[in-house]
């Protein structure tokens, strides 16, 4: 909690911690329910198909202890970070990407995921922005290789048909609307150099 | 295996894996002489796991008959020099299944033919290059009427001084400049490779004669070079083929049909574009006929590669592949198919139990068909390809890094994946009496 309110001790803001808290375990509480909810409904799709083989209790089984681990991390995240209640300056993972050529061709970096922070994870859009800094022609060259792509609660930060991109360090930010995911440090090598 | 000559049918799906893995793990015992890298040799590094002893790998390809054998052996023969040893695991698997095919035989054609080879790598150099020794080269050449000469006409469709002799065009030495670009070899160490291959081809039909009509691929040259700071490992193959249907060699180049008669290509088809995989089909071995943007196409394709290790696992790639080029040319006097493809998208990946987003960072190359004579052809297919490091976060040195395992295979895994390729134009899927697609 990191509003100017901590100081104080009345009992109304008292009461006001308390209403929060139960807040926030609702929202905690309705993830977990429907996660769980999720992983029965996988696990009796299995023990209702015809046959219930050895690979299919294994996988069943790695879903319920990662299902297990998520529920544990939300409730963790509930009591030792509890959301901020209005604009506050946090850290920002970084991304780096770095491109090189090869007999004229770009590689193409591995996809990087981004994390989204568990009290923004409601309703998030297909598609991240991504907004990069530097010389117009060569950001739009560089943009249209990149794309941040929901996929479950995380995005995909992806590398396609990286053609004609222009040397140089590139500075940017992920977003969804004002929310801001990751900063992002990209470097196109300059074969010469 | 789908090599010129064919494989026996009614295998299972274990048994291919079995036999791609044992034909890999000859190709990592057998690379040294072709293989060049530039720094530390990365290449030659022990695997974490290792594949099948030479020996192994033989005994297990043989299960597969003479047609299985004919590309690993013309691997080991083409590693080991002329009047080298060859691995002691060689003589004894012959013997068990082709006992005419003596190593002495093979030997004696490999020093014949090679006295002729360079006198024509000669010759060619000075062509090449405009010296006025080519003219005496040649004379001396179709003098000489040298074993090398005639055996080349089985090949060529002409002997190999005749070959010389029409080469008067004024666009040769251009031309020969040119291949030495496009193969990866000096003309002259060109020669040596097809005397050997001429020379491999003769001893093996001894045993196991080419099907009557269809397409014949003969082996030809593999250079292969890795880079050890950047492990981007360069494989050219080439091959020679004669072929009437010049239609069926340009299926067999056809992006879209690389996984008709593939051993390693599991699906290609075109699609919209990198992320809309949705089929974009279109009439197969036809080359781009607009040059109107955009020129190119993408293909999404899924490869399986043998791992290396632990068995006969495989590892599983899903690209999508920008063909930059398919163009065709069928005019009377010229007859081309070049293909250039680079990667747009590394969708997803499969090693052991690790499976993730990517794994690919580079992959592009070109495939090229040039016609040499009348019904003979030459095929060079080239990829340039770099594997992703798998543990970016836990880096160690040497072989210790599993994330870099598939790159120090990669020399290995990436020129039989060509040359299996190459071989498999002669598969009859690309025939025009035998469409599967």
């Known amino acids: 909690m990191a509003d100017q309110n901590d100081r104080e001790f009345s009992p109304a803001t008292a009461w006001d911690r308390v209403g929060q808290f139960l807040q926030d375990s609702a929202a905690v509480g309705l993830a977990i329910a429907q996660r769980n909810q999720d992983l029965w409904t996988r696990v009796s799709t299995n023990l209702r198909s015809n046959q219930y083989k050895p690979e299919s209790v294994t996988a069943d089984a790695a879903a319920a202890m990662s299902t297990a681990l998520d529920n544990l991390d939300d409730m963790w995240q509930l009591l030792t970070r509890p959301p901020d209640r209005e604009r506050v300056a946090t850290t920002l993972p970084s991304i780096f990407l770095r491109f090189q050529e090869t007999d004229g061709v770009w590689s193409n970096p591995d996809p990087v995921w981004i994390r989204v922070p568990f009290w923004d994870r409601a309703n998030l859009p297909r598609q991240a922005d991504i907004h990069l800094d530097g010389a117009k022609a060569a950001v739009k060259k560089l943009g249209s290789a990149l794309s941040a792509e929901l996929v479950g609660s995380s995005y995909r930060l992806e590398v396609a048909d990286a053609r004609g991109l222009v040397p140089g360090m590139y500075v940017g930010i992920i977003a969804i609307g004002d929310r801001p995911l990751a900063n992002l440090r990209i470097v196109v090598e300059d074969k010469a150099s | 295996m789908s090599a010129a000559t064919g494989a026996p049918a009614a295998k299972t799906q274990a048994d291919e894996k079995a036999l791609r893995f044992a034909t890999v793990s000859v190709y990592y015992n057998c690379l040294l002489r072709e293989g060049s890298s530039g720094g530390a040799p990365a290449m030659a590094l022990p695997l974490p796991g290792g594949p099948l002893s030479l020996a192994d790998a033989l005994a297990e390809i043989q299960k597969g008959g003479l047609g299985a054998m004919r590309g690993p052996v013309w691997r080991i023969v083409r590693g080991t020099p002329v009047g080298g040893d060859y691995p002691g695991a060689l003589e004894p698997a ?35 290059e405009k010296q006025p020794e080519f003219g005496e080269l040649r004379k001396h050449m179709a003098s000489r009427k040298s074993d090398f000469d005639r055996a080349t006409e089985a090949v060529l469709g002409m002997t190999a001084s005749r070959f010389l002799s029409s080469l008067d065009d004024r666009r040769t030495s251009a031309q020969l400049r040119a291949l030495q670009q496009e193969v990866g070899l000096d003309l002259y160490r060109y020669a040596a490779e097809f005397a050997d291959a001429v020379a491999f081809d003769e001893w093996w039909r001894a045993a196991d004669p080419a099907p009557d009509g269809g397409m014949v691929v003969y082996p030809a040259a593999c250079v292969i070079r890795q880079d050890s700071a950047s492990m981007i490992t360069r494989v050219t193959v080439t091959a020679l083929a004669r072929c009437e249907d010049f239609s069926a060699l340009v299926r067999s180049a056809d992006p879209q049909c690389w996984s008709l008669a593939s051993d390693v290509m599991a699906k290609t088809q075109y699609v919209h574009d990198s992320y809309d995989l949705t089929p974009a089909p279109v009439p197969a071995g036809q080359g781009y006929k607009s040059r109107q943007p955009p020129p190119y196409r993408w293909l999404e394709e899924i490869v399986n590669v043998p791992s290396g290790i632990e068995g006969p696992t495989e590892s599983s790639f899903h690209n999508v592949l920008r063909i930059d080029k398919f163009n065709v040319v069928d005019k009377k006097d010229r007859k081309t198919v070049t293909v250039n493809f680079s990667l747009a998208r590394s969708v997803n990946s499969t090693v052991l139990w690790d499976t993730r987003s990517g794994g690919i960072l580079v992959d592009q190359g070109y495939i090229g068909v040039r016609r040499l004579a009348a019904d003979t052809w030459r095929i060079t297919s080239h990829k340039t390809l770099l594997f992703s490091n798998r543990t970016p976060n836990m880096n160690t040195s040497g072989w210790f890094d599993l994330g870099q395992m598939l790159n120090v295979l990669t020399p290995a895994a990436l020129s039989w994946w060509l040359e299996s390729e190459v071989y498999s134009a002669a598969d009859p899927a690309y025939s025009s009496t035998k469409r599967s697609k």
């Open chain 2, 94 to 128: 012959l013997a068990r299944l082709a006992p005419s095919l003596k190593l002495d035989h093979l030997n004696s054609l490999r020093k014949s033919y090679h006295a002729g080879a360079n006198l024509l790598g000669a010759a060619l150099v000075a062509c090449a």
